[in-house]
């Protein structure tokens, strides 16, 4: 079945790095994908990643995937206040439709 | 339109009351989908549309809840005899629907259904 489990709070200070863990149970997700929730808004998403990949760089994140132990990370360079939000991690076990299964997310604060 | 547009934005109903939600895609979006978020918890999978028919309903909760999208575009999330444990942020998101690749979901600001 389909699973995906985060911590559930992260707090960091501004400039440092924040790191947002995620595991998962499918071994056939073809697709991991990370989104951002800012108070009463909508899922943004900030990037993915191929499962066949280990690494994504996109500017100040930087995604890392360990698949043979369905990990998966999202690190924030020099976080920001504005970087305040829950993250969710999400999985889909096909390549284009798939239905994406998210986890519960992770609330990062980020103090002055 | 520039983005998924969800209406209304909030929703506030008396238990046993019909509701309907309505989402607006992006256009030229072919894939809507509904999902759920409970206070706490990430979104959950309601229902699929591809064109307008549905692909996918296996996440509805039980036959109060029906979607529709008649014309391939709007989509209508309708329940029916609500109860408290509806409450919820129904979320719509749409995407190019694409054979490969990543499916890249844009989603709306969510319709909050308070049921009293």
């Known amino acids: 079945g389909e699973d995906v489990e985060q911590s559930l709070f992260l707090s960091v200070r501004e400039g440092d790095s924040s790191v947002i863990n995620c595991t998962y149970t499918?071994?056939?997700?073809?697709?991991l994908y990370w989104y951002k929730q800012e108070p009463g808004a909508g899922l943004q998403l900030l990037t993915y990643?191929?499962?066949?990949?280990d690494m994504k760089q996109d500017q100040r994140l930087t995604v890392l995937l360990n698949k043979k132990d369905k990990h998966l990370s999202l690190r924030i360079a020099d976080t920001q206040t504005g970087d305040s939000a829950i993250y969710f991690c999400a999985e889909s076990l096909r390549s284009g439709y798939s239905t994406l299964t998210f986890g519960k997310g992770t609330m990062l604060l980020v103090s002055p | 339109g520039a983005g998924v547009s969800q209406t209304p934005s909030n929703k506030v109903t008396e238990k046993g009351k019909y509701v309907e939600l309505r989402c607006d895609p992006i256009?030229?979006?072919?894939?809507l989908y509904w999902y759920r978020q409970s206070l706490g918890q990430g979104p959950e999978f309601l229902i699929y549309?591809?064109?307008?028919?549905?692909?996918?309903d296996s996440g509805l909760p039980n036959d109060r809840f029906f979607a529709v999208r008649p014309e391939g575009s709007v989509s209508t999330l309708k329940i029916q005899r609500t109860e408290r444990g509806d409450s919820a942020v129904y979320l719509c998101?749409?995407?190019?629907?694409?054979?490969?690749?990543?499916?890249?979901?844009?989603f709306g600001a969510g319709s909050r259904l308070t049921v009293l």
């Open positions: 998101a749409s995407s190019l629907d694409r054979a490969s690749g990543a499916n890249v979901l844009t």
């Open positions: 990643i191929f499962s066949n990949m």
């Open positions: 256009s030229g979006h072919t894939a």
């Open positions: 499918d071994s056939s997700s073809t697709y």
């Open positions: 549309f591809q064109g307008t028919g549905a692909a996918d």
